[in-house]
């Protein structure tokens, strides 16, 4: 049997990518009655029927699951943002962040523009981020500026792109592998579609192995689904301490003998960071009132 990998699905037809070609494949029935939803980033068993054809008899354990939007086995995040135009702003980055944390899978912070950059600046946002415990990158799609650096990032995973409008994500892309946005718009040309229509995630398959997962719509943006005493958890530099507050219940705003504002008083955490953990529990409870 053959293998491969889910990068696009469309009315019950799955674009498996193998090795060598895209095959287009069907789903054994069996897997219909079981109400089994087959995901783009499933890796899959299937049968070639003909050439270029196939039927899906076996679905491999998934790693890891993406809800918004659904993809399996997505390996890791990269947020961008750029240093400059718009510029960095680290209530945004944080945000992001404690989004990604929410989904359970790794981030990695790519800061773009440093050819636009004044790099102290950026430096001291780096140092920070570093400092808790991310993995930054400082590139310029433009200059091509770390960029295998980056390709390195995303050898052999899946990775999904997030962040802000406008920070050059699509110029990263390009820089990375020039076509890659097109690759399966030949796939969408196809099937009579255009890519800018696509709706569904997609996985872009690249050259030295790995996908990037292309989301139209995609948004990490929103708080849903989370309680408030869930969000502490978004912020990898308070795990430490949550056992540490006098009260288990503590969520670290008012009360009394909290670790978490005791280490934010002496300097161990910083205190841009409680102050975005204070704004993302404040936007949470207005969310909630709106229910
Ligand atoms: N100076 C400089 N400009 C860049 C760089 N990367 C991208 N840009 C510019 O920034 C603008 C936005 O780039 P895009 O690649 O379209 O950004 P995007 O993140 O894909 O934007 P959305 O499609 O809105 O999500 C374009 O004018 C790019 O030319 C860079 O490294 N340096
Ligand atoms: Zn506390």
């Not at 991310?134 to 999904?160: C, F, G, H, P």
Request: glycine share 6%; charged share 25%.
């Amino acid at each position: 049997m053959n293998q491969g990998t889910v990068i696009k699905t469309y009315n019950s037809f799955y674009y498996v990518q193998t090795s060598q070609s895209v095959v287009t494949c069907t789903l054994r029935g069996r897997f219909k009655q079981e109400r089994f939803s087959l995901l783009v980033g499933d890796v899959v068993r299937f049968n070639h029927i003909a050439n270029e054809k196939g039927v899906i008899e076996e679905i491999l354990p998934r790693r890891s699951m993406l809800k918004r939007p659904m993809v399996a086995n997505v390996d890791q995040v990269l947020l961008t943002f750029a240093a400059v135009n718009p510029d960095i702003s680290c209530i945004l980055v944080d945000r992001f962040l404690a989004l990604v944390e929410l989904s359970g899978l790794p981030a990695i912070l790519c800061i773009n523009k440093m050819d636009m950059a004044d790099s102290a600046d950026i430096g001291k946002i780096v140092d920070r981020y570093r400092q808790i415990g991310y993995q930054v990158i400082q590139v310029s799609a433009k200059q091509a500026w770390s960029i295998d650096q980056l390709r390195e990032i995303l050898n052999d995973k899946v990775t999904v792109f997030a962040g802000p409008s406008g920070v050059g994500k699509s110029s990263l892309l390009n820089a990375l592998q020039p076509g890659l946005t097109l690759t399966t718009g030949e796939v969408s040309k196809k099937i009579g579609r255009g890519r800018h229509t696509t709706r569904y995630a997609e996985l872009l398959p690249l050259e030295a192995g790995g996908f990037v997962v292309d989301t139209p719509g995609f948004s990490f943006t929103e708080f849903t689904d989370i309680e408030e005493n869930e969000l502490m958890r978004c912020f990898p530099e308070f795990l430490p301490l949550l056992a540490k507050c006098r009260f288990s219940t503590c969520l670290h705003l008012k009360e009394p003998q909290c670790a978490v504002k005791d280490a934010v008083a002496a300097g161990s955490i910083f205190p841009e960071r409680y102050d975005a953990y204070v704004a993302l529990m404040a936007e949470l409870r207005e969310n909630r009132k709106g229910y």
